[in-house]
């Protein structure tokens, strides 16, 4: 049977780095290395599913500048057919410096289109969203038109908070999604539970059918129904986790489209992550 796609909504992002070969010294020029690449939540997500072979269209907003074009060209299998184009907007960029570990120092983010990327550009593209599997909300997008997907796509919603700040978007939303994927500070803020369990607990009797609650090397807190359980990480290798909750959202998706249970595609998922993070330190 052919596979039906993913729908993604949220942000596409230029991402420019750089990492210096020693110890950052302020106010001086770090010889380093710069690396530039395709990046942002939805983006990420999106590239991911279509890296497990599952179609997926990404409804996000590209400037028409060069920045759109690498966006494009560093994410192979995504349609961007239904992205909103601004020719009078810059296409989002992230830049960022790292220390010489590659974790980052200090970042500076130019998402000013991302309001454009309103409850009208969804409203256009219903369709397309009610006819996908699932539909991934990005919590990057606008508040309003967060609240106008959750009350019009009949599909599954799956959301990723992203930051603490940003989770508190998807507070009035809980309700309406079907898989929610925060790590322990989003699950706390959204909850006010410290504690994995309990945290998914709660999201759980707020109406959210999934909950995978990310806890880095501990592995994933993960819940449906009255059912709760914690299924622990194999042995992480020595790698820049930057992105791996993007992948790990991005294989819940395919697993839901594949049918996975609940513990099947917690499994199936950090398998993707520690893949992906094995062939990052193999490429160093």
């Not at 010889?31 to 179609?55: M, Y």
């Not at 990723?160 to 999604?177: E, G, I, N, Q």
């Amino acid at each position: 049977m052919q596979l039906s796609y993913v729908a993604v909504c949220g942000g596409s992002n230029l991402d420019v780095g750089g990492i210096p070969d020693a110890p950052l010294i302020t106010h001086d020029s770090n010889p380093g290395r710069v690396i530039v690449s395709a990046g942002g939540v939805g983006r990420n997500i999106a590239a991911g599913i279509a890296r497990l072979d599952v179609p997926v269209t990404l409804l996000t907003a590209l400037g028409a500048d060069s920045a759109a074009g690498s966006v494009r060209g560093g994410s192979p299998g995504v349609d961007f057919s239904h992205a909103l184009i601004l020719p009078d907007m810059a296409t989002s960029t992230y830049l960022y410096l790292a220390d010489e570990t590659g974790d980052m120092v200090l970042a500076l983010s130019d998402m000013e289109i991302m309001s454009a990327l309103t409850p009208a550009y969804f409203e256009r593209h219903l369709d397309v969203l009610n006819a996908a599997s699932v539909v991934v909300l990005d919590a990057n997008l606008p508040e309003e038109s967060l609240r106008y997907l959750a009350d019009h796509v009949t599909a599954p919603l799956f959301a990723d908070p992203v930051s603490t700040k940003k989770a508190m978007k998807l507070l009035p939303l809980l309700d309406k999604l079907h898989t929610l994927k925060p790590n322990r500070l989003e699950a706390e803020v959204l909850t006010g539970c410290s504690d994995p369990e309990e945290a998914v607990q709660a999201l759980l009797r707020a109406g959210v059918k999934q909950v995978f609650l990310s806890m880095g090397s501990s592995g994933v807190c993960c819940g449906s129904g009255a059912h709760v359980t914690r299924i622990p990480v194999h042995h992480l290798p020595t790698a820049n986790t930057t992105g791996a909750g993007d992948a790990f959202t991005a294989a819940l998706t395919v697993a839901h489209v594949k049918g996975l249970d609940l513990e099947a595609s917690t499994r199936f998922a950090m398998d993707c992550v520690l893949q992906k993070l094995q062939m990052e330190v193999l490429s160093q």
